[in-house]
C-alpha cells in the first residue's frame, strides 16, 4: 500500500498493542489486553481500547465490526512499517545534517565486516 506519509512512530505502549496484533494478523482489544496482561503490568480494558482506536486513527490498524465486536487488524506488515520509519528517520537525519548525516552513515558502513554488507545490499535491493 502506497502512503503519502512515513506511519507516526509507535510510543511505548502503541509498540506493544501493535506487536499482539501483528503477531496473529488481527485481534480483539480483550485478546490484546490479556496478553499484556500477562506481564508484571497490569493495564484497564479502556486504556488498550483507547490505545487501539488511536492506532485505527492513525492508520496503523482497521476496525472491523463483527457482531458487539471490534475486530482489528494491521494496516501494514511489522517489515513494511519499519522500513517506511527508518526510510523517514534517515531522511529527517539528512534534512537536518546534510552532509554530515550522509558521512556518518558512510563511516557506519565502512566499519561493517562483509557478511553484514552483503547482507544490507540485498536489504536495500528488496526495497
Not at 492508520?59 to 465490526?65: A, D, M, P, T, V
Not at 471490534?70 to 537525519?93: H, T
Amino acid at each position: 500500500m502506497a502512503r503519502k506519509n512515513p506511519p507516526p512512530p509507535l510510543h511505548e505502549l502503541e509498540a506493544l498493542v501493535m506487536e499482539e496484533v501483528w503477531n496473529p494478523g488481527q485481534a480483539t482489544v480483550r485478546d490484546v489486553l490479556t496478553k499484556l496482561n500477562r506481564g508484571e503490568r497490569q493495564r484497564a480494558y479502556t486504556t488498550v481500547m483507547t490505545i487501539m482506536a488511536r492506532l485505527d486513527e492513525k492508520g496503523l490498524l482497521s476496525r472491523e465490526r463483527q457482531g458487539k465486536t471490534d475486530v482489528y487488524k494491521p494496516v501494514m506488515s511489522r517489515d513494511a512499517y519499519r522500513s517506511a520509519r527508518a526510510q523517514a528517520e534517515v531522511a529527517a537525519l539528512v534534512s537536518e545534517f546534510g552532509d554530515v548525516a550522509l558521512a556518518q552513515f558512510a563511516a557506519r558502513v565502512g566499519e561493517l565486516d562483509g557478511k553484514r554488507l552483503r547482507e544490507l545490499r540485498k536489504l536495500a535491493a528488496d526495497e
